[in-house]
């Protein structure tokens, strides 16, 4: 039995920025807090602008918030660590190493494995995104999905307790996407690793998630929770996105998201971003 009482707890978590040479000062994100389980899938959904990259880096320890705190296992977030993963939607590899040695990077730092289990552990994340038989392109030679594809298995290979992954997919043209999708839902299902992915695609988080956090424009603020699994099965497949309950809840969600998605442009007319 862990020693807490959620795998992640968020509480009253405020973050203001001060603008540069504007006296004004911005509150991104008002008062949020939220429990996660282990092994849960969570999508933050909101509109571009909202705060949801802040609120991402500040579960990540890139960032202070300015009041409220973040829990990981019983530990308070100061600084980012091993146990938490990130993924970001510009393909961050290294283009003068080999696919197979950007796998590899991720568990550069691991001192609880020995190298010859290294090199099989970047092997099987490669398997598990589907690169087998590109280990020794050069990243530069693979295409923008496939680049993302050893982002997210470097990620993995690290072996950390949540994966942080902020629009991953979001430069990739749509069949890209989907293809993407239904691989991460893949190896999700073969470990159950705590996932915290953030989207503005409403389609992309009813896909997903077992739980979707839906914001306001910003300050984000939490204005639905969603149970996905209430309405869809656990396991998903393409032909989940046929189902008239996918169709519902996707409409129902966007009718929510189209309100804030009107209040952000209100607000860059009016010069408040
Ligand atoms: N370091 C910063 N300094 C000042 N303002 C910032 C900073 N980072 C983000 N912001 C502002 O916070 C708001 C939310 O940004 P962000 O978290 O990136 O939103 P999202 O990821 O939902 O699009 C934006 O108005 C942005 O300009
Ligand atoms: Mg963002």
Sequence with gaps: MAAYDHFLKIDSLTKRFEQKNRAEIITVIDNVSMAIDEGEFIVFLGPSGCGKTTLMRIVGGLETATSGSVVLEGDYVTGPDRKKGMVFQSYSSFPWLTVLDNIMFGLKYRSDVSEKEKDEIARHYLDLVGLKGFESFYINRISGGM????????????????LLMDEPFGALDAQNREFLQVQLLDIRRAERKTVIFVTHDVEEAVFLADRIFVFSARPATILEEVTVGDYLPGERSLATKENDEFFRLRNRIMALTREQARRTEEMMVAGKT
């Excluded at 990620?155 to 307790?161: E, I, K, R, S, V």
């Design 147 to 162: 680049q993302q594809r050893v982002a997210i298995a470097r990620t993995f290979a690290a072996g950390p307790d949540i």
